[in-house]
């Protein structure tokens, strides 16, 4: 349920993200894009659920948020990392107790007008990354990398943003 894993080493954080889809409103009413989630999603939100365990932080770590699984929210057939909407699955939980979070005949769906700018932008969301601000702890971090790796030496596939320092050679 994974599309893109970014590893930041230089911080020991790692952040999991999922993609779904907006939608363009397409009753008229609106220049609004919409999300509605399905069946799917909600297995995909549980098998998440089995790998949220987080560890307790190094005395010398903080994060403003260490919750690995993020969603982003993107146009249909618009360019990546434009008008993004990005957040935590715990954000999405509590949208979907939101009443303004319901359409007309009382779906849950996120949109830009229902969301009132309650997201995390492209920038800031990286940014939060590569300051190592935000995703899991370095226990956790060290136990998905051991992870990845088994994935990778399986012979699958994965996509990953990776941030190192990089060591001059004199």
Request: charge should be positive; charged fraction near 25%.
């Amino acid at each position: 349920g994974v599309d893109l894993i970014y590893l930041n080493a230089t911080k020991h954080n790692v952040v999991m993200v999922q993609y779904k889809m907006l939608e363009a409103d397409r009753s008229g009413k609106s220049t609004d894009w919409l999300y509605r989630p399905d069946a799917q999603f909600g297995k995909e939100i549980a098998r998440m659920d089995k790998f949220a365990r987080s560890h307790a932080p190094g005395s010398l770590e903080y994060r403003i948020n260490p919750q690995v699984f993020y969603l982003r929210f993107v146009r249909r057939d618009e360019a990546l990392g434009h008008k993004t909407i990005n957040m935590t699955i715990d954000h999405y939980r509590v949208l979907e107790k939101d009443p303004a979070c319901r359409g007309p005949k009382g779906a849950f769906r996120v949109s830009y007008e229902t969301l009132g700018g309650r997201y995390l932008r492209q920038e800031g969301f990286l940014d939060l990354i590569h300051g190592g601000y935000i995703g899991a702890y370095a226990k956790t971090t060290r136990d998905l990398a051991t992870l990845i790796d088994e994935v990778l030496k399986g012979n699958r596939a994965l996509v990953a943003a990776v941030q190192s320092s990089l060591v001059r050679k004199s």
